[in-house]
């Protein structure tokens, strides 16, 4: 019966949807694949097992020969969803025809139908064995979490959203596997379409305030509130506790009036061509969005009310520290673009030629902004440079997070040769792809490039980071390494306006390292089990001109140049608050002007305003950094009856506080530095006040310094061997191991 059905068995294909291709009905079962995700459909008539119709009688229309076809799909409706390893082709017959031969023969088939569905089933068997058992299992799951879902609807003790039960469950499933395989929801599903894009209809303003978060922590704690007052039926409290976690558990007034305040509705970003030049500023707190009061709403809800049609007018009222009542602006919705190219400038000398882009995202228009950036140096070196060309180019990738492959590639084209391999990419189920740049670089070959990376550069910007160190055309300056995310995400979209982000394969750089530096395994309902590659096993790989470099770990530095520590004050001081607090405060009776700078008396005023807040209860103790450890210490020496120890932990905190005052006068710089960008921030663009931020940086210093220095630059990258130009040794003719300890030694005394 199969061979009679004229199918080519070794090239049986199950990938595309008969229904697509005009095969089958579309209201008949059809064989999917994961991309399309389509399924067995199982609601199918049974034209001849139906008593009514007359066995005799031969089908009257395509549909009652289709049913024939429908019942056999049935019969095997155990098969999976997708069998992407098998491949296929229907040949000599279509199935068209085949149906259609069905019906102008019924009446001869019916007499060999029970040999021909004989046939069908047993073929199918033997076809399909190696996958039918893993098909059986994946659909015994697929019934029974319906039928868990079902039964906990219809019978649990109280009402339950199914919604929640199964996002929580979906959840911890895909939580088993990595951190970056995720179900999104519609509202989640629409954020990452947007930063994917880079664009959204709005007015392009940032806010902070109450999230939807933090009301959860607030219902959950006036839950446990109630629960504190629980008692059973002899009238005892159910819940008691000590006096001095009752005494903990107290909220001051002052930390109600500090929680109020963070949950204002204020901007703290106003995008530079939209909001800012309409007159929004940081610090505004917002009173209202087109009338609506915004004291009760959520950030979420606030943003909503923002957005709406590009041309559409929103009317936001605020209030601005400085200025008298209420002001209100009407803002003209447009499609905001959010720019990857944060910052596009020249640092050092103007006659020294060295351009600075810096970077944040990978969004699909990327490649697009750093090309415009980097045309817009070159025109500008060849009419006021010196040498009339751009000498060098910083491209600072900190704090860069990634985004999209091909984005990456994009931007690697800009720098590398023409026929360069920039990246590759294979998986389990992911086809291997290769990119190779096309074009010729839009940078000139002479021009010295210096990336700089950190501990936040990851994934489309390690892309770019290993292009450029793996083919030696510029140099990777930072602390130590980069984040060491080697892994690509698919993004799968899902019925109802929900998506699947799930890891598909591993990229590679051109010399064939793959630079993932945590591994992971499927783990249980608490996570993923995650192991950081050990250095002993990490493979050495070398680059175009034979410096060795090793996969599992980030990308390395080529010159490490350590960015300053932040003292414990200045991280407690920024973690309060308290530094918008003092803008806020001093812009109502200050204002600016050019060459700005925080003087011994507004550090003084400052410092005033710490230890007044820090006293009332309006911010956390400075000392709060070393609390939780303290805490567990003074529970354990007290629970031990070491009440002499205890004491002596409350002198240490003292202590601690005293040297940490103390930190003001030490690190008067830094925090200095803190005041002015917090009062600069409420009067400046953002641009001027990253522009502003680049003289005082250490590593962008560094960078300066071996662009300049062509000897060094070409030592480190091996392009001369060692050798002096004229070919005479010079002080850095030595092994690669020795010549980049040297330009590292020499950097790092020079800045």
């Given at each position: 019966s199969w061979t009679l059905l004229c199918l080519d068995v070794e090239s049986f294909n199950l990938q595309r949807p008969l229904c697509q291709e005009g095969l089958l009905s579309p209201n008949l079962p059809s064989f999917g694949n994961p991309i399309s995700s389509c399924h067995f459909r199982r609601q199918v008539k049974v034209f001849y097992e139906n008593p009514n119709k007359n066995d005799d009688k031969p089908p009257e229309d395509d549909d009652d020969a289709i049913d024939f076809w429908v019942d056999i799909t049935k019969k095997v409706k155990s098969l999976p969803r997708s069998l992407p390893s098998l491949q296929s082709k229907l040949t000599k017959v279509t199935l068209k025809s085949i149906l259609l031969s069905l019906k102008e023969r019924f009446v001869e088939y019916r007499y060999i139908i029970g040999s021909f569905m004989a046939g069908i089933v047993l073929t199918i068997a033997l076809l399909f064995a190696p996958v039918l058992g893993e098909a059986e299992k994946f659909g015994e799951s697929v019934e029974l979490f319906g039928n868990i879902l079902a039964d906990l609807e219809k019978t649990y003790v109280d009402p339950v959203d199914t919604n929640k039960l199964f996002n929580t469950a979906v959840t911890s499933m895909l939580s088993s596997l990595d951190p970056y395989t995720e179900f999104e929801t519609r509202t989640e599903a629409a954020d990452m379409r947007e930063s994917v894009s880079g664009k959204y209809g709005g007015v392009g303003l940032v806010i902070s305030g109450r999230s939807k978060e933090s009301e959860a922590r607030i219902a959950k704690g006036e839950e446990a509130a109630v629960k504190a007052r629980e008692v059973n039926d002899d009238g005892d409290d159910i819940n008691a506790v000590n006096d001095e976690e009752a005494e903990a558990a107290k909220e001051s007034a002052a930390a109600k009036k500090r929680r109020a305040k963070q949950e204002e509705i204020r901007v703290v970003g106003a995008f530079e061509g939209y909001a800012y030049d309409a007159g929004m500023r940081v610090g505004d707190k917002l009173i209202a969005v087109n009338g609506k009061n915004v004291e009760k709403m959520t950030v979420e809800q606030v943003r909503n009310e923002l957005r709406g049609d590009p041309g559409s007018i929103v009317s936001v009222s605020f209030e601005r520290d400085g200025v008298q009542g209420v002001q209100t602006l009407d803002l003209k919705r447009s499609i905001v673009k959010i720019r990857d190219v944060r910052l596009t400038t020249f640092v050092g000398d103007a006659s020294d030629a060295i351009g600075y882009i810096q970077l944040g995202g990978f969004s699909q228009d990327a490649g697009?902004?750093?090309?415009?950036?980097?045309?817009?140096?070159?025109?500008?070196?060849?009419?006021?440079?010196?040498?009339?060309?751009?000498?060098?180019?910083?491209?600072?990738?900190?704090?860069?997070?990634?985004?999209?492959?091909?984005?990456?590639?994009?931007?690697?084209?800009?720098?590398?040769?023409?026929?360069?391999?920039?990246?590759?990419?294979?998986?389990?189920?992911?086809?291997?792809?290769?990119?190779?740049?096309?074009?010729?670089?839009?940078?000139?070959?002479?021009?010295?490039?210096?990336?700089?990376?950190?501990?936040?550069?990851?994934?489309?910007?390690?892309?770019?980071?290993?292009?450029?160190?793996?083919?030696?055309?510029?140099?990777?300056?930072?602390?130590?390494?980069?984040?060491?995310?080697?892994?690509?995400?698919?993004?799968?979209?899902?019925?109802?306006?929900?998506?699947?982000?799930?890891?598909?394969?591993?990229?590679?750089?051109?010399?064939?390292?793959?630079?993932?530096?945590?591994?992971?395994?499927?783990?249980?309902?608490?996570?993923?089990?995650?192991?950081?590659?050990?250095?002993?096993?990490?493979?050495?790989?070398?680059?175009?001109?034979?410096?060795?470099?090793?996969?599992?770990?980030?990308?390395?530095?080529?010159?490490?140049?350590?960015?300053?520590?932040?003292?414990?004050?200045?991280?407690?001081?920024?973690?309060?608050?308290?530094?918008?607090?003092?803008?806020?405060?001093?812009?109502?009776?200050?204002?600016?002007?050019?060459?700005?700078?925080?003087?011994?008396?507004?550090?003084?005023?400052?410092?005033?305003?710490?230890?007044?807040?820090?006293?009332?209860?309006?911010?956390?103790?400075?000392?709060?950094?070393?609390?939780?450890?303290?805490?567990?210490?003074?529970?354990?020496?007290?629970?031990?009856?070491?009440?002499?120890?205890?004491?002596?932990?409350?002198?240490?905190?003292?202590?601690?506080?005293?040297?940490?005052?103390?930190?003001?006068?030490?690190?008067?710089?830094?925090?200095?530095?803190?005041?002015?960008?917090?009062?600069?921030?409420?009067?400046?663009?953002?641009?001027?006040?990253?522009?502003?931020?680049?003289?005082?940086?250490?590593?962008?210093?560094?960078?300066?310094?071996?662009?300049?220095?062509?000897?060094?630059?070409?030592?480190?990258?091996?392009?001369?061997?060692?050798?002096?130009?004229?070919?005479?040794?010079?002080?850095?003719?030595?092994?690669?191991?020795?010549?980049?300890?040297?330009?590292?030694?020499?950097?790092?005394?020079?800045?």
């Amino acid at each position: 019966s199969w061979t009679l059905l004229c199918l080519d068995v070794e090239s049986f294909n199950l990938q595309r949807p008969l229904c697509q291709e005009g095969l089958l009905s579309p209201n008949l079962p059809s064989f999917g694949n994961p991309i399309s995700s389509c399924h067995f459909r199982r609601q199918v008539k049974v034209f001849y097992e139906n008593p009514n119709k007359n066995d005799d009688k031969p089908p009257e229309d395509d549909d009652d020969a289709i049913d024939f076809w429908v019942d056999i799909t049935k019969k095997v409706k155990s098969l999976p969803r997708s069998l992407p390893s098998l491949q296929s082709k229907l040949t000599k017959v279509t199935l068209k025809s085949i149906l259609l031969s069905l019906k102008e023969r019924f009446v001869e088939y019916r007499y060999i139908i029970g040999s021909f569905m004989a046939g069908i089933v047993l073929t199918i068997a033997l076809l399909f064995a190696p996958v039918l058992g893993e098909a059986e299992k994946f659909g015994e799951s697929v019934e029974l979490f319906g039928n868990i879902l079902a039964d906990l609807e219809k019978t649990y003790v109280d009402p339950v959203d199914t919604n929640k039960l199964f996002n929580t469950a979906v959840t911890s499933m895909l939580s088993s596997l990595d951190p970056y395989t995720e179900f999104e929801t519609r509202t989640e599903a629409a954020d990452m379409r947007e930063s994917v894009s880079g664009k959204y209809g709005g007015v392009g303003l940032v806010i902070s305030g109450r999230s939807k978060e933090s009301e959860a922590r607030i219902a959950k704690g006036e839950e446990a509130a109630v629960k504190a007052r629980e008692v059973n039926d002899d009238g005892d409290d159910i819940n008691a506790v000590n006096d001095e976690e009752a005494e903990a558990a107290k909220e001051s007034a002052a930390a109600k009036k500090r929680r109020a305040k963070q949950e204002e509705i204020r901007v703290v970003g106003a995008f530079e061509g939209y909001a800012y030049d309409a007159g929004m500023r940081v610090g505004d707190k917002l009173i209202a969005v087109n009338g609506k009061n915004v004291e009760k709403m959520t950030v979420e809800q606030v943003r909503n009310e923002l957005r709406g049609d590009p041309g559409s007018i929103v009317s936001v009222s605020f209030e601005r520290d400085g200025v008298q009542g209420v002001q209100t602006l009407d803002l003209k919705r447009s499609i905001v673009k959010i720019r990857d190219v944060r910052l596009t400038t020249f640092v050092g000398d103007a006659s020294d030629a060295i351009g600075y882009i810096q970077l944040g995202g990978f969004s699909q228009d990327a490649g697009a902004e750093v090309r415009a950036s980097i045309e817009a140096l070159q025109n500008v070196a060849e009419k006021e440079s010196k040498g009339n060309k751009l000498e060098g180019l910083i491209l600072d990738l900190r704090g860069n997070p990634g985004g999209l492959l091909t984005s990456a590639v994009d931007v690697s084209s800009l720098l590398v040769p023409k026929g360069s391999d920039i990246v590759s990419a294979k998986g389990r189920g992911f086809p291997s792809v290769l990119y190779r740049s096309r074009t010729n670089p839009l940078l000139d070959a002479e021009c010295k490039l210096v990336v700089l990376v950190n501990g936040g550069t990851a994934s489309a910007a390690e892309i770019v980071s290993g292009a450029v160190q793996d083919l030696d055309v510029g140099i990777i300056l930072g602390g130590d390494r980069t984040y060491g995310k080697g892994l690509v995400q698919n993004v799968e979209e899902l019925p109802y306006d929900t998506a699947l982000k799930f890891t598909v394969a591993k990229y590679f750089t051109p010399s064939g390292r793959c630079i993932q530096s945590t591994k992971y395994n499927e783990g249980d309902t608490k996570g993923y089990l995650a192991t950081n590659v050990k250095d002993n096993d990490r493979k050495v790989f070398k680059t175009k001109a034979g410096r060795i470099i090793k996969d599992g770990g980030g990308i390395e530095v080529d010159v490490k140049v350590k960015p300053p520590k932040a003292s414990a004050l200045e991280v407690a001081i920024l973690r309060s608050g308290v530094l918008d607090d003092f803008a806020s405060k001093w812009s109502k009776t200050n204002s600016i002007a050019s060459g700005f700078r925080v003087t011994d008396d507004i550090y003084k005023q400052f410092q005033d305003m710490v230890a007044e807040k820090e006293k009332s209860g309006e911010i956390p103790s400075l000392t709060s950094l070393y609390n939780q450890p303290l805490d567990t210490l003074n529970k354990q020496l007290k629970d031990s009856g070491y009440n002499s120890a205890a004491r002596e932990l409350k002198q240490l905190r003292s202590s601690i506080r005293n040297e940490m005052a103390a930190d003001f006068r030490k690190y008067d710089k830094d925090i200095k530095e803190d005041i002015s960008n917090a009062i600069l921030a409420r009067y400046l663009p953002e641009s001027m006040l990253l522009e502003r931020s680049l003289a005082t940086d250490t590593q962008v210093n560094g960078a300066l310094k071996i662009i300049k220095d062509g000897d060094k630059f070409e030592t480190i990258l091996a392009r001369r061997g060692g050798k002096a130009i004229g070919g005479k040794a010079g002080k850095y003719d030595a092994n690669l191991k020795e010549l980049a300890k040297r330009a590292e030694e020499d950097l790092g005394s020079e800045t």
